[in-house]
């Protein structure tokens, strides 16, 4: 494969910028995925850049932190949906720069669609998040930071070229303008993606084809001060688009999926004697093309479209009432209009007029001892041509106490109630994949976690954190297969989840190691005969992933392990995908202000696990390609060679 003339031309540009080697030093910090106070919940922070294994896209960026599970529907760059502690990726939110990506329209964001630029950081709110982040979620929080803007001139260039024909390249640059300190981040990738696989059903190797995609994608940040106040502007674009490549045994040719976003934000802090008030407008527009021409997912084809436009606000204040006590109010109005036309039958027109009240308050008792309350109530109204008006008001809250035993071990718990109303995707459908489901009920839950958080060493230096959780779920909402061709969003009733976190860091010298296990036990306690009892489909009961790498030198290598137990795939447990193991490997060569990186993935190509079919009396045994969806296969070993440098 020829490498892209961008990717020629960026690394004859960057190799001059090259003065000394700068060596791997035993007192440079071990890159910890957890981060500050666990009182409001505990989080994970990572930051594109600083984790041992290159990231090629913004799903790669969560993979392998804990708690946290990532499912693909095909290579690198493809569609993929977040799962946090069993919970669906329809119960999980994301906000970027406050402004929220997920809503009624659609509660599962394909992270596929997310821009990634050098430097780009997110912080998952695991279960728990601070009641002015937002509401309407039941699985957690993914916080998005726009491109920071800092007072120094500093431009950041990431390009790699990778298997499957994928070419990624990726720019920040923060720089002052006037008055205001302005950040800019670019970022565009295509694919191929047309990788081989093994067919069972033709028992031979074949080519997985209408997988190629391309997106390109614009942010900008914007940072000023004027005299009391502090003026922020966000603004983000990014264009997609995908070929819909179907699974083995109903490959698609070609049925192809555009998406496009676009957002902006304003916000206007001011600090005063008694605290600080925080102002916010933002609007945001998604839209979604499905053609379908040979009329491979519907039986007349033709294109459905729909359009999703968003208006919101918040006007925040904080307080600070002695030493020991602050209070966040927060009032979060939003207007959400879901357009479209579908592929059969009537395209329904939706809106909903939502209104959010949060405070959060923390009473640090002492110097070690620190409590926070949580809570918040979400009024929404649906409504629309034809449609019936539906209205309901979603109450949460959740009490967190963290306490430092000293300094090297602090503990911490959490306990209260969660809830997410239906989305217009679930309620109506979109005509061609997903049918409707006018009768669904929001979804509540109560959940609890406990953990522990230690950390020390000066030779050997450490930090580990280890967490139990639990939930339990009535009118749980999950999508399930209807027929052959479609989907289709339904009450399952209740669920409990059970599990548990174990992530850790060790360094000494030149080696470094991290280590992230999760466990889950899941159980379905409806009154169905057939699935009461069983575990709920696509939750791994075992996930670990481990990095362990060794500086010589400029140079640093690594090697990775990613296991994943066998997980069901039908309500009843009786199909499962079984465990796969997966080895990686990967080098990085620092030469002053330029990195190369050369990673593999899937070191062994291992692209089939050998599973029982049901052959009469006699056990038959046979190849299924490993995949996270039944039917849709993962890619085998993958290469990618990748620069970054600081100009």
Known sequence: MRPPVAFVLATACAVPCVTTARRARADEPIPLTVTGSAAPGFTVKTREGDRPRDVPDAAALLEGLPGLRVRRLGGDGSFATLSIRGAASNQVAVVLGGVP??????????????????????????????????????????????????????????????????????????????????????????????????????????????????????????????????LLFTALGSVREDGVAGTFDRPLRATQLARDRALGAVEARRSDDGGRWLMRAWIRRDGRRFDDPLAEQSIAGGSARDRVLAFGGSVARSLRVGEALTFDARVDPSLESSRGARLEGPSPDRDRLSLGVALDATWRASGALSVVLAARADTRTDGGAGAETRREILPVAHLGVEHRLHDVVTLAAHAGTLARPPSFLELLGDGALYSAAPDLRSARA????????????????????????????????????????????????????????????????????????????????????????????????????????????????????DVVSATTLDRAGTRELPTRVFHGAGARLELGKVTVLVEVANLFDQRTVTVPFESGRAPRFGAYPISDFLGYPLAGRRFTLALRATL
């Open 446 to 561: 109560w959940a609890a976690d406990l953990g522990v958080r230690a950390r020390g060493g000066k030779l050997l230096r450490w930090e580990i954190e280890a967490i139990a959780f639990a939930w339990q779920v009535r009118d749980l909402i999950v999508v399930a297969p209807v027929g052959i061709r479609t989907f289709r969003a339904q009450n399952v009733g209740a669920a409990r989840i059970l599990g548990g976190e174990v992530s850790v860091a060790a360094s000494a010298g030149p080696l470094r190691a991290l280590v992230s296990y999760t466990r889950l036990s899941t159980e379905d306690r409806t009154s169905s005969v057939v699935s009461r009892g069983a575990p709920l489909p696509g939750r791994p009961d075992h996930d670990l992933t481990l990095d362990v790498s060794v500086g010589v030198g400029p140079v640093r290598l690594r090697y990775g392990l």
């Open 101 to 230: 990506l997920t809503g009624g329209a659609d509660p599962s964001l394909d992270l596929a669609t997310l821009p990634l630029w050098p430097g780009a950081v997110a912080r998952v709110h695991r279960t728990f998040a601070p009641a002015s982040v937002g509401g309407g979620y039941l699985g957690g929080v993914v916080e998005l930071s726009p491109v920071e803007a800092s007072t120094r001139a500093r431009t950041e260039v990431y390009d790699a070229i990778g298997s499957f024909g994928a070419y990624r390249v990726r720019l920040a640059d923060t720089r002052p303008v006037g008055r205001f300190q302005v950040a800019t981040g670019l970022a565009y990738h295509r694919s191929d993606g047309d990788f081989r696989f093994f067919d069972p059903y033709r028992n031979e190797d074949v080519v997985r084809a209408n997988a190629a995609s391309a997106q390109i994608a614009g942010v900008m940040h914007a940072r000023g001060e004027l005299d009391r106040w502090t």
